[in-house]
């Protein structure tokens, strides 16, 4: 089983440039995040979304964008971006459901902003 | 605003050993208590979750406790191996309309030395 992937696993971008890291999920979840996680601060949820075609923000949305056009796929875009940005974002996804549902985690995506 | 702590930040102990990380949490409007595991350069794998009915979970030589009039829970992990060497990071699940909302501690770097 795949579980959850993210692409690109490493990228380098120079300040201002745009992109859009992909989230895909094969266990039909309802539930998908996305953290960043910084030295010293832990994970942080940067967007989430409940359902396709919903998206919400999370502790640190600003300089973010996210779409869930598709139940299996949660983007998350960078519009210009800064060195700011630099961090390993993680892609999450969980069943509908609060109390018993764990978060599964995909590998990371590692972002230099140069 | 929930705030997660985790202490020590790093530990080494000899192969064998048994040993207790532990986690605090401001915030008893718990979901539910999760542990998770994260080996170097991938994401997270979930371990326990405990959810704010119950006291304990166990899974082989993990046991983690929850004790939400302390905010407190603890993972205990018995005859410890080199194999458990990783940052073990606790997340508190919060109470937030239809959303989970993990509120992560900045982890436990554990060494187990053969």
């Known amino acids: 089983n795949a579980g959850v992937t993210q692409t690109p696993k490493f990228r380098v971008l120079k300040t201002g440039q745009s992109m859009t890291l992909l989230c895909a999920q094969d266990?039909?979840?309802?539930?998908m995040y996305w953290y960043r996680q910084d030295p010293g601060m832990g994970l942080r949820l940067i967007h989430y979304s409940v359902g396709e075609g919903t998206t919400a923000k999370g502790e640190v949305p600003d300089g973010y964008n996210v779409s869930r056009l598709k139940k299996q796929n949660f983007l998350l875009g960078l519009e210009s971006a800064a060195p700011s940005q630099t961090s390993v974002y993680f892609c999450?996804?969980?069943?509908?459901?609060?109390?018993?549902?764990?978060?599964?985690f995909g590998d990371g995506t590692r972002l230099s902003i140069l | 605003k929930q705030e997660v702590t985790q202490i020590p930040a790093a530990l080494s102990v000899p192969e064998g050993e048994n040993l207790v990380l532990n986690c605090s949490f401001t915030?008893?409007?718990?979901?539910?208590l999760q542990w998770f595991r994260q080996d170097p350069g991938k994401g997270l794998t979930s371990l326990l979750l405990i959810q704010s009915s119950q006291r304990e979970q166990t899974s082989g030589r993990l046991n983690a406790s929850l004790d939400k009039s302390s905010g407190r829970s603890t993972l205990y992990i018995a005859a410890s191996q080199p194999g458990d060497s990783a940052t073990y990071l606790c997340a508190a699940l919060n109470y937030g309309g239809a959303t989970n909302k993990l509120i992560f501690g900045t982890g436990t770097l554990l060494a187990v030395q053969p």
């Open positions: 999450a996804s969980s069943r509908r459901g609060t109390s018993n549902q764990p978060q599964h």
């Open positions: 266990m039909n979840h309802e539930y």
């Open positions: 915030d008893s409007a718990i979901y539910n």
